[in-house]
């Protein structure tokens, strides 16, 4: 079992950027596929990005050359740098790994 903790979330103009870290516990975090997802009110949790233990990565299309998801494996976390924020990103995000989850984080973008 991998505990998770995110952190960074906030409010922010459209256009902005913010980043989200999430702090794993466990001896074999460099091992897992980590991946952030969001979900707002009514709507299902929906995928964003993920990284295998191999540093690829994968993005969901509306996220594409605005977010990037990166890991420190020395620091047991991973990251989602947010960039040109818009107010359809507004959710809370949600780091996984595997069948864990962490509490989540509300990201909210004014217009």
């Known amino acids: 079992q991998v505990q998770l903790v995110e952190s960074g979330g906030g409010l922010v103009q459209a256009g902005g950027s913010l980043r989200l870290s999430c702090a794993a516990s466990g001896r074999t975090f460099s091992s897992y596929t980590m991946g952030w997802f969001r979900q707002t009110p009514g709507k299902e949790r929906e995928f964003v990005a993920l990284?295998?233990?191999?540093?690829?990565?994968y993005y969901t299309d509306s996220v594409k050359g605005r977010f990037t998801i990166s890991r420190d494996n020395a620091k047991n976390t991973v990251y989602l740098q947010m960039n040109s924020l818009k107010p359809e990103d507004t959710a809370v995000y949600y780091c996984n790994a595997g069948e864990c989850w962490g509490q989540g984080t509300q990201v909210t973008v004014s217009s």
């Open positions: 990284i295998r233990w191999s540093d690829d990565t």
